[in-house]
């Protein structure tokens, strides 16, 4: 578990154990290592917020991201899209301010008017980002678009990295747009899944309830952003919001027509997901939402503040619920997926614990408020089965509080 964490840095984050034969690579460690002179006239590069941004073919991705790279909004933004990506016809529809050419350029960089640039990569992985940012410069920010059937929570891990790895960019948080008109229909019936993806995501066969990409997407965002609002009625686009808050009591829920954000700070950029846990949010989780979705839900838990002695108790705890897809202490339960996972923890007498986690990662830092004995800890969990009664059940018997 991490100290804390200055606001310009991303804290440590928790893992599941590697593999040891990888530890070294081709580091070769009969060499010393490179000093850099403290004398040196180059500034240390701050590290740059990636935004991923993810949602079905025809939500809106492309009409975003169009908005996003032809405005002049004084920001030096890279938009990044798959190769298999549906938005990449975004390439042939910007004009190469170099040539004034209408047609897409064969290098991975299109530079724009407004300081921004589109590009294109086969692999999303830590390394091809930092290599194209190297190749073209410095960029205020980095929007990764995902192809439509991507799940986010393969990608989010890659970029909420430890510290000590020293990479140059850092998760700022996840967002979906989603198709108000057929949302609906993509939840029920797998509406713009193709049929491999539908039947590798059939865990329970004919018996469980569907789960689809756009499940996976709304359970890992941080934003949703509701697109194509004109073409519903009120009562639809009310039934719309209350599906995601079901799925996903913590992502702030926007609405739009044509993906006309009024600004981008706050629904794209600047979401600073990862930083902190507030307790407004915890709250708004905890009021809930009917489970109105048989797949993913939002569940809350609460529970007296921890003693000193109980902390590695907790972490014990979501090691083996996290790492190992299990509750501890031989609680029947269940079989359950975590997609997301936020918590405020009060130790007695002590800081309180802001915990956070996306899928099989997580992260526990000291926050820089102190709690009284009577404090609550709460715990929100998304994903599937999590509102069974067995988590709260397991986590008090791991506490020594069952």
Known sequence: ????ASDDEVPDLVQPPINPGNDNDDTDNDEPPTLIP??????????????????????????????ILTAYHGKRIAVILNEFGDSIDIEKQLTVSDTNSTSASKVPFVPLANGCICCSV????????????????????????????????????????????????????????VDAKNLLKSLDEGYGDDEEALEGRKEHGH?????????????????????KTDLVSEEELEAVQQRVRSINALAKVSTTTK?????????ILDLHAYDAVSAA??????????????SISTSTIVFPALREEQVDRFD??????????????G????????????GRIPVVRANILLVQGVRNVYDVNEGTETTSEDSSAKLVLIGKSVGQKAFEESLLATLGQG
Not at 331 to 342: D, G, P, Q, S, V
């Open 1 to 4: 578990m991490s100290g804390d």
């Open 38 to 67: 403290t004398t040196s006239s180059t500034p240390l590069k701050s590290k740059v917020p990636i935004t991923i941004i993810t949602g079905y073919l025809g939500a809106g991705k492309t009409t975003l991201l169009n908005y």
């Open 122 to 177: 086969k692999d999303v992985g830590v390394a091809a980002i930092e290599n194209l940012m190297e190749a073209n410069g410095d960029f205020d920010y980095i929007l990764l678009e995902t192809t439509g059937l991507a799940d986010p929570g393969n990608v989010a891990p890659l970029f909420w990295l430890d510290e000590g790895l020293g990479s140059s960019i850092f998760l700022d948080g996840i967002v979906t747009l």
């Open 207 to 227: 018996a469980g309830p569907l789960l689809t990409t756009a499940h996976l997407q709304i359970s890992h965002a941080d934003v949703v952003i509701i697109n």
């Open 259 to 267: 993906a006309e954000v009024p600004t981008l700070e706050g629904f």
């Open 281 to 294: 949010d915890l709250t708004f989780a905890e009021k809930g939402h009917s489970h109105i979705d048989p």
């Open 316 to 329: 014990r705890w979501l090691r083996t619920v996290l790492w190992e897809d299990k509750l501890p202490d």
């Open 331 to 342: 609680k029947t339960y269940e079989k359950f997926e975590i997609h997301r996972l936020k």
